[in-house]
């Protein structure tokens, strides 16, 4: 990869983040470019969803007031992993290229969106790294309890995106677009689905993501994750809904009569995973 002048590097958290600066530090090392970490705090006004519906003015300046301290305590902590990392590569800090043949890095840190921010910046470099966290099993009871590790980070939060999702299940149930809908929760996909399944003698076949690792996928407990049921018939308005907010979505499977399958591999039924079945 020749011709690699400036490569951008979008940090949104420590968790998600240390990776992706090493891997920003390794690539601008072997290539000797100038590297800019970007780090966008959000706008404490965008996550206030329902400011003017019954809130009153304590309760928003409290909620303002927590974001910003959340936002701020977020880029403290990317900051730090920043200056670390340059120490350990000796890596010169300057707002520019200082040399065709010497690495450099510098540190941006704005208050905004993130996408449009890193649209912006990303048109003034060559190479961009983003970092998102989709093998995420930090403090989840399957960590926990299957590999004995109590001691881990908190699972992925990024409050912009509870806010799109509260938007996004205000405008579902307005258009009674679906049936049910349970936030992922402890023990990940797979328990949220079974604690919906066994009271109702129902199972599910489901299908994983073949680009994340099957554990994460199925007990992860990284937020920001919600299973909805959408009847058939409404399955077209439904996906209209989510392309229009520009919301990721993935179809998970179906319900069946009892049986669970994963990957098109069974693994009994519900009816029999109960005490005294």
């Not at 340059?86 to 010497?102: K, V």
């Not at 058939?232 to 308005?237: I, L, N, R, S, Y």
Request: net charge negative.
């Amino acid at each position: 990869m020749t011709g690699v002048k400036t490569l951008l590097a979008v940090v949104p958290d420590v968790e998600g983040g240390l990776p992706t600066l090493e891997t920003a530090c390794i690539i601008g090392r072997d290539l000797a470019c100038h590297v800019r970490v970007l780090h966008v705090r959000p706008d404490p006004s965008s996550a206030l969803p329902l400011m003017g519906e019954a809130m009153s003015g304590a309760m928003i300046d409290q909620m303002m007031a927590t974001c910003e301290k959340e936002g701020t305590a977020r880029a403290v902590r990317v900051r730090g992993i920043f200056d670390q990392l340059i120490a350990r590569y000796d890596i010169p800090q300057t707002d520019e290229p200082p040399g065709p043949s010497e690495m450099s890095a510098a540190y941006i840190e704005l208050i905004g969106q993130e996408d449009e921010a890193a649209v912006s910046y990303g048109r003034m470099a060559d190479v961009v790294v983003i970092g998102r966290p989709q093998d995420d099993i930090a403090s989840s009871e399957y960590l926990q309890f299957y590999h004995n590790i109590n001691e881990s980070p908190l699972p992925y939060f990024d409050i912009n995106t509870e806010v799109l999702i509260q938007k996004v299940l205000r405008v579902l149930n307005e258009k009674s677009l679906v049936s049910s809908a349970s936030p992922v929760g402890k023990g990940g996909v797979f328990f949220t689905l079974l604690r919906a399944a066994i009271p109702n003698g129902l199972g599910f076949d489901i299908t994983t993501d073949a680009e994340t690792r099957k554990d994460a996928f199925l007990f992860g407990e990284a937020m920001g994750r919600i299973i909805v049921d959408v009847d058939p018939d409404k399955e077209d308005e439904f996906v209209d809904v989510l392309s229009d907010l520009k919301v990721p979505f993935f179809t998970l499977g179906h319900i069946t009569k009892g049986e669970i399958r994963i990957d098109d591999e069974s693994f009994g039924y519900t009816g029999k995973m109960t005490l005294g079945a």
